[in-house]
């Protein structure tokens, strides 16, 4: 831990880290190999986790699972293994596993350890479902449609922090996270680089979020928090549900400035209309729905 993170001249194009516009928010930068987690303290999770993919050289390692805290950050602003015991919560890679495990063994052996980091972690149900396979996969289908760009990627994603989210444990637990996937489109005009007689490379981006907010009403929901606290429980979350959605919606839900990606966004009008939001949002139920 504690070396080079998330590289933002990576693509090629302008693509930096998501920042905090809310001056109040204590947030802690810590840098690990291929990526860089935003950690919120105030939440004792990551606002952001950024991790750069270069599939052409990705490894196939063990899976291991050394959790462990990052001893750069104090305990208490940390959500570690105290939240995870003795219930059926799973500790979800914010960054996945394998997305920074590439380049050299030594390397790729490395970045996955520091995956395993409780700063790299947030709590959600445990039970998997179709929408959750989707979310799982989403930064393989974007490769796979930018393996013309080098199989080159930049993905950030994070918890959607709710006022409303029920603190158990000392934790307050998200309903909802967000995943923005960007990448470098050669056959396009902008503002990178590119050989005499082609078109240079431009910013790409797609946004989505995974839903696991209790499909309740108002009276049985509230008992159903009840019931949980009594008995030492996490409070009651629903099946998972996966949308893309504008990027600047996703701005606008996490208080984050993106910079030049929602301008980049690839994302066009879709079905399923969302109040008070400046684009639809599409639920997703296999890949092929996706726009990129």
């Known amino acids: 831990m504690g070396t080079a993170g998330f590289d933002q001249g990576f693509l090629g194009v302008e693509c930096g880290l998501p920042r905090a516009t809310e001056a109040e928010r204590r947030i802690r930068e810590l840098t690990y190999l291929h990526f860089t987690v935003l950690l919120d303290a105030g939440r004792k999770l990551a606002a952001v986790a950024a991790a750069n993919i270069d599939g052409a050289a990705l ?16 305990a208490a602003e940390q959500t570690g293994p105290e939240v995870y015991a003795r219930n059926d919560l799973d500790r979800g ?40 396979e989707l979310w799982n996969g989403l930064e393989d289908h974007v490769l796979e449609y930018a393996s013309a760009n080098r199989l080159r990627l930049s993905v950030f994603t994070g ?20 995943k923005v996937a960007a990448w470098a489109d050669a056959t396009g005009s902008g503002a990178g680089s590119a050989p005499e007689g082609q078109d240079p490379a431009r910013l790409r981006a797609a946004g989505f979020l995974l839903d696991q907010s209790p499909q309740l009403d108002g009276i049985e929901l509230e008992g159903a928090r009840a019931a949980a606290r009594a008995t030492d429980a996490p409070p009651p979350l629903g099946p998972f549900r996966t949308f893309q959605l504008g990027i600047s919606d ?10 030049p990606i929602p301008a980049a966004d690839a994302f066009a009008d879709a079905a399923t209309a969302r109040p008070g939001t400046s684009r639809a949002w599409t639920e997703l139920h296999t890949p092929g729905q996706i726009v990129l």
């Open 250 to 259: 996703i701005a606008g839900l996490t208080a984050l400035d993106f910079g």
């Open 159 to 178: 918890p959607v922090f709710g006022d409303d989210d029920v603190s158990y444990r000392g934790t307050r637990i998200p309903t909802r996270f967000w």
């Open 59 to 74: 490894r196939d390692i063990a899976r291991g699972d050394d959790w462990h805290l990052d001893e750069r950050v104090d």
């Open 93 to 132: 890679h914010l960054v996945r596993r394998r997305d920074p495990v590439w380049g050299p063994m030594d390397a790729a052996e490395r970045a996955n350890r520091d995956t395993f980091a409780y700063t790299n972690a947030a709590p959600q149900a445990a039970e998997f479902n179709q929408s959750k």
